[in-house]
């Protein structure tokens, strides 16, 4: 399977991976699967460390590709249908977060399922999300 992470989850998954649902880590882990994070997460780290918002625990951006490399997390870049995709989302959501919105876009179009604790992810269902925690 593909699983997409989330900006926390995948905070989680290089800071403190007790942090993650069991099922979830469970699913993070097995080799059979498929584990990508997209580089909207970097910029949203990237932003918010620079405005003091985010602490990664000594961990700086720099280390961000051997860390993903060491736990087989596969960097995705962003794509046109990406965008294009989050310009049709349900416009009803409250849920306006303009990083998550991308990264549900690439869990829809790249049918991956998306890895998150965020239950205000579960209004994208109609659009296409499968979404997993717990």
């Known amino acids: 399977m593909r699983y997409l992470l989330d900006t926390c989850t995948l905070m989680w998954a290089l800071t403190d991976e007790t942090r993650i649902?069991?099922?979830a880590r469970d699913i993070l882990w097995e080799s059979k699967n498929s584990v990508f994070a997209s580089m909207?997460?970097?910029?949203?780290?990237?932003?918010?460390?620079?405005?003091?918002?985010?602490?990664?625990?000594?961990?700086?951006?720099?280390?961000?590709?051997?860390?993903?490399?060491?736990?087989?997390?596969?960097?995705i870049a962003i794509e046109p249908e990406d965008c294009y995709k989050l310009s049709v989302l349900n416009q009803k959501v409250r849920h306006r977060d303009p990083f998550d919105r991308l990264?549900?876009?690439?869990?829809?179009?790249?049918?991956?399922?998306?890895?998150?604790?965020?239950?205000?992810?579960?209004?994208?269902?109609p659009d296409g999300l499968n979404l997993i925690w717990d």
Request: no cysteine; net charge negative.
């Open 21 to 23: 649902a069991d099922s």
């Open 40 to 75: 909207s997460s970097f910029i949203e780290i990237g932003i918010k460390t620079s405005l003091g918002k985010l602490s990664m625990n000594g961990i700086t951006l720099e280390m961000f590709p051997e860390l993903l490399d060491t736990l087989h997390i596969e960097l």
């Open 103 to 125: 990264i549900i876009s690439q869990a829809i179009n790249r049918k991956m399922i998306l890895i998150s604790p965020d239950k205000m992810f579960l209004e994208y269902e």
